[in-house]
């Protein structure tokens, strides 16, 4: 079946410009994470959603990132007043309670450069 | 709280060669352990896990880690390297949380 998707894939962004980022999930995959990863380093945990409630947003660097499941299934990250620094690939993933555990199943990422 | 350690940033091997890759972990619960690969502007692609089910680990593409809870070390090997194998390659934790904590990762070039 098909992965987790995202969009888009690119993004450049002036300094100060709001951007969203999109993330599909499998279909039926209860969980869904966002993580950013920084040029060079492994990816770090910003929030993660269980169905349409968000229940933790600890690793959100500020609070000009917000993300929001409405429905349960599609996820969107925005962010306000880019700056440099949030330039990072976003990545997505979606997880569902398999034999064995939980295995996150992650999406190609969105690369965003703010210039 | 939980961290991963991925000894070595960079590492090389010559074709058909045995690969490893260290990965240490620290945990406060008993761990689930992660290894995924990521190809240049992809995402991560799971290779194997360990869920406590056994020690050793077989995964995808001929790779295998050995879970050793008195080193609390996770390494990933692979006994013969191809050149498709060069990538990057991630260790992580999950602990307690429901979040993925990473490894910086370690690139893995693979020469000819």
């Known amino acids: 079946g098909a992965g987790v998707s995202q969009s888009p894939r690119y993004k450049v962004a002036k300094r100060g410009q709001d951007v969203a980022l999109r993330c599909d999930p499998i279909s039926g995959h209860v969980s869904l994470f966002w993580y950013q990863q920084a040029l060079g380093q492994g990816p770090e945990f910003l929030t993660y959603?269980?169905?349409?409630?968000?229940?933790?947003k600890s690793g959100l660097p500020s609070d000009r990132f917000f993300a929001e499941r409405p429905e349960g299934s599609v996820s969107t990250l925005k962010i306000q007043r880019t700056q440099q620094e949030d330039s990072a690939v976003y990545l997505c993933?979606?997880?569902?309670?398999?034999?064995?555990?939980?295995?996150?199943?992650f999406g190609p990422g969105t690369r965003l450069l703010v210039l | 709280a939980q961290s991963v350690t991925q000894l070595g940033s960079h590492v090389s091997v010559s074709e058909g060669a045995l690969v490893l890759l260290r990965c240490n972990y620290s945990s406060s619960v008993p761990p689930y352990l992660f290894w995924y690969v990521q190809y240049p502007n992809q995402g991560l692609q799971l290779l194997l896990k360990?869920?406590?089910?056994?020690?050793l680990v077989k995964g995808i593409n001929g790779f295998e880690a050995e879970f050793k809870k008195s080193e609390t070390s996770f390494h990933l090997t692979k006994p013969s390297a191809h050149m498709s194998d060069a990538a990057e390659y991630f260790c992580?934790?999950?602990?307690?949380?429901?979040?993925?904590?990473f490894g910086s990762g370690t690139q893995l070039t693979v020469l000819p």
């Open positions: 959603f269980q169905n349409e409630a968000q229940l933790d």
């Open positions: 360990y869920t406590s089910a056994a020690t």
């Open positions: 993933a979606s997880s569902f309670i398999e034999e064995g555990g939980e295995t996150q199943y």
């Open positions: 992580a934790v999950r602990g307690s949380a429901r979040q993925l904590t």
